[in-house]
């Protein structure tokens, strides 16, 4: 396949808007390119490039006329829409949570579990994982191939554009607002000077969906059921870039000139160093994950902390799917 014909459920959004922007990054060829959103949407213009696509109204869309569709219209898009665009013959990218847990349905990191596509059908149904699940797998992931692993407890610090980008315009509006206000559209409190420790559904138990993803994305992700991995997760004034502090208790000893090898070996992990200090504002290369104060517990050699930092847009969503496509373009 020299190309691929590609829909984009979702053009109109954040990770939509990204989505266009790694595609322009990483020069996949795409034969066509399909802009999906909702009727008050539909004839919006927006660049690839030097190119100008207009929008298309996604409930007038014929799927059998693309090869791949990235979705990232929420979960009910996806719920409706997916069906069709695989009983069309389209192989689904999907963002949302929807099918994430479906034993069916491969849930994909390709640095981690991409040989999962080789034997994928045309017309198959993928999802793409939660934004902090990816970046906390991408560092994980070589931690317990190289040590083992016995739990990892994170706490995560995640932007407003996690919410999409009504959430961030209003994160400026409040944070200019005199007084600022006290409640939100968008989350659980304003986010303006503050910091708040509930994303998604808060459950009767005290967590939150946002932590029972991370959970059980991490376990599908590694092919490891019984992987014991709790999270806080906390959202923070911050437009764009989630972070993740992280502390892992392995198997055996760690070894940290070798785990420090390992990650400067990965070419898609920036290792700072101990006078580098990675934050969502220092993100120079939004497709690559940063990782810095990596330190083994003084009083317990198999204990590891690690901060994780990456652009929530890119790889936390649309770098990974497309991604993704990409590794079809490469079986095909």
């Known amino acids: 396949m020299a190309g691929l014909r590609m829909a984009l459920v979702g053009a109109t959004g954040a990770v939509g808007g990204a989505f266009l922007d790694v595609l322009e990054h990483m020069k996949m060829p795409v034969e066509t390119l399909d802009l999906l959103a909702s009727r008050r949407s539909a004839g919006r213009r927006l660049r690839l490039g030097d190119q100008e696509l207009e929008v298309q109204a996604l409930d007038d869309y014929d799927f059998s006329a693309c090869d791949v569709a990235f979705f990232s219209a929420g979960g009910s898009i996806s719920d409706t829409f997916a069906p069709r665009a695989t009983a069309a013959g389209c192989t689904v990218v999907d963002n949302s949570s ?10 994909i990191v390709p640095q981690i579990n991409g040989s999962l596509l080789a034997e994928l059908p045309q017309g198959s149904l993928i999802a793409n994982p939660n934004c902090s699940t990816i970046q906390i797998v ?11 692993h016995r739990r990892s407890i994170v706490s995560t610090y995640q932007a407003a554009s996690g919410a999409g980008s009504a959430a961030v315009r209003e994160l400026m509006a409040h944070s200019r607002a005199e007084p600022v206000p006290s409640s939100s559209e968008h989350f659980p409190r304003s986010l303006a000077y503050n910091v708040v420790p509930v994303i998604d559904q808060l459950f009767d138990d005290g967590w939150t969906r946002e932590e029972v993803k991370i959970t059980r994305e991490s376990r599908k992700i590694l092919r490891i059921d019984d992987l014991q991995i709790t999270a806080t997760t906390v959202r923070v004034p911050v437009a764009t870039g989630h ?24 070419p898609e992990v920036v290792v700072c160093g101990d006078d580098e200090i990675p934050t969502p504002r220092a993100i120079a290369r939004p497709e690559m994950t940063y ?16 901060w994780i930092v990456a652009d929530n847009l890119w790889v936390g969503a649309a770098f990974n799917g497309a991604q993704i496509a990409a590794a079809l373009i490469e079986r095909s």
């Open 138 to 148: 991408k560092i994980l992931d070589p931690i317990q191939r190289l040590f083992g």
């Open 291 to 306: 990782v810095g104060r990596i330190r083994v517990d003084p009083d317990n050699p198999s204990g590891l902390w690690t």
């Open 98 to 107: 929807r099918f994430r847990m479906d034993p069916d349905v491969p849930l």
């Open 243 to 266: 972070s993740v502090a992280m502390y892992t208790e392995t198997a055996s000893p760690v070894d940290r000139a070798r785990l420090l090898g390992e990650l400067e070996g990965n």
